[in-house]
Antibody, heavy 117, light 111 residues
């Protein structure tokens, strides 16, 4: 059974850093494209970052240069390192496994990141 | 990339059919048959309902169907049920060197 479990969210001050983790089971992270998608309170979904099986990474303009997506193959875990956090980064962050046709077939339960002083 | 355009809300009575539109551009929806739709209930993670414009994942009711014409994709839900009340998001591939783009979301109310 495919499972994705995010962790690492919490309250952080503006300018601070946080690392999110997404522990996967039931499949191999490095063989799939994996994404981080966020949802600000009361708002819609925003694709934040993706890492392909070959290692290529892409980012939304809103986080480029501040966020880094990575994976640890032996731990079968996806990460999102978030630096220079801003109030507008406050959101629930979901990790998702890529599926056919550039879709996201499996999602974690999400982890809340709150950036506030 | 700009967000795809969806109506903010739609509504229908049980048993009726509704359609949610998703309008993009020739750089995303219009160029690729890679549109997906997600259902999200309050406080829950999104769930994939349609991929590649019109394909249903295993386990998704055949009351859900998708289509595309030009730069606009559509999700149709037939035989509306109370449990269909949720937010729905479309998403499109937008090229090999960029992320996909989501629509702003549509709140479906079952009257």
């Amino acid at each position: 059974e495919v499972q994705l479990v995010e962790s690492g969210g919490g309250l952080v001050q503006p300018g601070g850093s946080l690392r999110l983790s997404c522990a996967a089971s039931g499949f191999t992270v490095s063989s799939n494209y994996m994404s981080w998608v966020r949802q600000a309170p009361g708002k819609g979904l925003e694709w934040v970052s993706v890492i392909y099986s070959g290692g290529s990474t892409y980012y939304a303009d809103s986080v480029k240069g501040r966020f880094t997506i990575s994976r640890h193959n032996s731990k079968n875990t996806l990460y999102l390192q978030m630096n220079s956090l801003r109030a507008e980064d406050t959101a629930v962050y979901y990790c998702a496994r890529g599926g056919s046709g550039y879709s996201m077939g499996y999602w974690g339960q999400g982890t809340l990141v709150t950036v506030s002083s | 990339q700009s967000a795809l355009t969806q109506p903010a809300s739609v509504s229908g009575s049980p048993g009726q059919s509704i359609t949610i539109s998703c309008t993009g551009t020739s750089s995303d929806v219009g160029s690729y048959n890679l549109v997906s739709w997600y259902q999200q209930h309050p406080g829950k993670a999104p769930k994939l309902m349609i991929y590649e414009v019109s394909k249903r994942p295993s386990g998704v009711s055949n009351r859900f169907s998708g289509s595309k014409s030009g730069n606009t994709a559509s999700l149709t839900i037939s035989g509306l049920q109370a449990e269909d009340e949720a937010d729905y998001y479309c998403c499109s591939y937008a090229g090999s060197s960029t992320l996909g783009v989501f629509g702003g979301g549509t709140k479906l109310t079952v009257l």
